[in-house]
């Protein structure tokens, strides 16, 4: 199974800074099974990127994601008030489990 | 504008059969995506239930396989979710996405989680 480990599990930072977000998995796979989540409290996850760097539809430009192999980042430019929350990756792909990392809490300095 | 609406009790006993459904509306499920179901247990992460494809085959999670079937119902547009021999370990909230599929050597493979539902709390207790 792929054990996807995200780093670090909270980032405090003040609107405006920029935010990096890691996931690394413990064996490689194609980067078109690599997506990013933002979780807000009582809401449900919102895909932000999938295949490593593809931006979902609707999700604003300051929202990057990279990477490949084992390890994938993704960057929030510069943070605007509704950002923080929570960020998790996720792998799936050719054979189960798909799995979810940890997550990373991004909260106001 | 497509959307799903999970629901079922909201409580279940233990080693009794949690049942849930997922009404999909704004798509066919036989569409050609892939439709999931995840579980997020209180302050935890989410976690991979399974994954359906209308005429493919159905991954399930290792870790609930024995317990577990997904299912579709194309007359109602519905996916449908059933956990048996439940614990206090299964609650959580429960969410079905569709997911969309990357293709490959001649082969449709599922990927991520574009579309979700609202997820429903469901509790294990007695």
């Known amino acids: 199974d792929i054990v996807l480990t995200q780093s670090p599990g909270t980032l405090s930072l003040s609107p405006g800074e920029r935010a990096t977000l890691s996931c690394r998995a413990s064996q490689s796979f194609p980067s078109a099974y690599l997506a990013w989540y933002q979780q807000k409290p009582g809401q449900a996850p919102r895909l932000l990127v999938y295949g490593a760097s593809t931006r979902a539809a609707g999700v604003p430009d300051r929202f990057s994601g990279s990477g490949s192999g084992t390890d994938f980042t993704l960057t929030i430019s510069r943070l605007e008030p509704e950002d923080f929350a929570m960020y998790y990756c996720q792998q799936s792909g050719r054979s189960p489990p798909f799995t979810f990392g940890p997550g990373t809490k991004v909260d106001v300095k | 504008q497509v959307q799903l609406q999970e629901s079922g009790p909201g409580l279940v006993r233990p080693s009794e059969t949690l049942s849930l459904t997922c009404d999909v509306s704004g798509t066919s499920i036989t569409s050609g995506y892939f439709w999931g179901w995840i579980r997020q247990p209180p302050g935890k992460g989410p976690e991979w239930i399974g994954t359906?494809?209308?005429?493919?085959?159905?991954y399930y999670s290792p870790s609930l396989q024995s317990r577990v079937t997904i299912d579709l119902d194309t007359t109602m547009n519905q996916l449908s979710l059933r956990l048996t021999s439940v614990t206090a370990a299964d609650t959580a909230v429960y969410y079905c996405?569709?997911?969309?599929?990357?293709?490959?050597?001649?082969?449709?493979?599922?990927?991520?989680?574009?579309?979700w539902g609202q997820g429903t709390l469901v509790t294990v207790s007695s």
């Open positions: 359906f494809h209308f005429g493919m085959v159905t």
């Open positions: 996405a569709r997911q969309a599929g990357v293709y490959e050597s001649s082969q449709w493979y599922p990927a991520q989680f574009d579309t």
